[in-house]
């Protein structure tokens, strides 16, 4: 079955860049949207249609694409970017159904 | 401001059924979609399925089809989750979440635990 894989954990320190990726079995026949969750809350959008970003999300949080692979790039990474990142797009069945990957621990060092 | 108000903490014994309200505020609820997204304890987000509050067209997860029934009250703007012949597996987080299109999930709501326990 298709999936979006996604590494188990990344580590940065303060200040570093993170990159965490995301990679489809084929290219998704939607956009990709990245989602951030932090202990005990609700996930938040922090990237959609591949590269945007939301309002009020800071400008440290981009996305871009390359082939079969999307990446969320987290520049100058704060204590307070520790959380859960989950890709999310469809399953390529064309049955309007959403598929996200397994998640990312994001940990600060 | 855009806000999805969820219905409390349930608990029910295998093989009941369990419905779970998502009333929305700060929007014109028929213009968006509604998505059912869940998460067992300690695990990833797993997609249940979606309505579109318009005409109450509807989309499930494969592996939940069958369990699970999604509806809508335009009256009230509120969205329901209802799933059925549950397990101990069911026990989750239920979120319900605010969709422009079919693929992207842009407003959360606060999530409802769902416990199954004889």
């Known amino acids: 079955s298709y999936e979006l894989t996604q590494p188990p954990s990344v580590s940065v320190s303060p200040g570093q860049t993170a990159k965490i990726t995301c990679s489809a079995d084929a290219l998704p026949k939607q956009y990709v949207n990245w989602y951030q969750q932090k202990p005990g809350q609700a996930p938040v959008l922090v990237i959609h249609?591949?590269?945007e970003r939301p309002s009020g999300i800071p400008e440290r949080f981009s996305g871009s694409t390359s082939g079969t692979t999307v990446t969320l790039t987290i520049s100058a990474v704060q204590a307070e970017d520790e959380a859960d990142y989950y890709c999310q797009s469809d399953d390529n069945s064309g049955s309007y159904h959403v598929l996200f990957g397994g998640g990312t621990k994001l940990t600060v060092l | 401001q855009e806000q999805l108000v969820q219905s409390g903490a349930a608990v029910k014994k295998p093989g009941a059924s369990v419905k779970v309200s998502c009333k929305a505020s700060?929007?014109?609820?028929?213009?968006?979609?509604i998505h059912w997204v869940r998460q067992a304890p300690g695990q990833g987000l797993e997609w249940v399925g979606i309505i579109n509050p318009a005409g109450g067209s509807t989309s499930y997860a494969q592996k939940l089809q069958g369990r699970v029934t999604m509806t809508r009250d335009t009256s009230t703007s509120t969205a329901y989750m209802e799933l059925g012949s549950l397990t101990s597996d069911d026990t989750a987080i239920y979120y319900c979440?605010?969709?422009?299109?079919?693929?992207?999930?842009?407003?959360w709501g606060q999530g409802t635990l769902v416990t199954v326990s004889s």
């Open positions: 979440a605010r969709g422009p299109d079919q693929y992207e999930l842009d407003y």
């Open positions: 700060g929007y014109t609820f028929t213009s968006f979609f």
């Open positions: 249609k591949d590269i």
